[in-house]
């Protein structure tokens, strides 16, 4: 069995990259994903449109495993971010895999560092990672990643008796 990670580019390819969440959630049978509006995360995505790619840019991956889709990552370069803070982290997000330690990795270890070692980059940061959040913090940590922050989301009862 084997895995490929392909960079992808252009129109068609960032469709491809959009649609591969689904492909790893339909898999997987994730009865708890609620997916996101294709047209909102495509958006994100266009760098001609979005004003945030002024200051920015961005590597999207998919890998494959016997070609098929099971994870996706962008890797991010905030320019705007860096010059501000006075630092050279490199951002990543869109992280989607099926169950395999062997995608993730592929994608984590790398080309999310390639990628990182490309732009000059001192250090990673996934802006948002919630305590519990097994999937992702387990091939964080697989390659040597340590969290300094994590975000707890805390049950509070809604409504009049709250």
Request: net charge positive; charged share 30%; proline share 4%.
């Amino acid at each position: 069995m084997s895995i490929q990670v392909t960079q992808v580019d252009g129109r068609r390819s960032t469709s491809r990259f959009v649609d591969a969440a689904w492909r790893v959630h339909e898999a997987e049978g994730s009865k708890g994903w609620i997916p996101p509006l294709r047209a909102v995360v495509k958006d994100g995505l266009d760098q001609r449109g979005n004003p945030f790619y002024e200051q920015a840019d961005r590597a999207l991956f998919i890998v494959q495993r016997d070609g098929v889709t099971v994870g996706r990552i962008a890797a991010i370069e905030n320019r705007s971010h860096n010059r501000h803070h006075g630092d050279r982290v490199g951002f990543f997000g869109f992280f989607e895999c099926r169950n395999d330690g062997e995608a993730a990795d592929a994608l984590f270890a790398r080309e999310l560092a390639r990628r990182s070692k490309e732009i000059g980059a001192e250090g990673a940061e996934a802006s948002w990672i919630l305590e519990d959040n097994e999937p992702l913090i387990r091939p964080l940590e697989g390659i040597g990643m340590r969290p300094y922050k994590r975000w707890r989301i805390y049950e509070k009862r809604l409504g009049a008796s709250a």
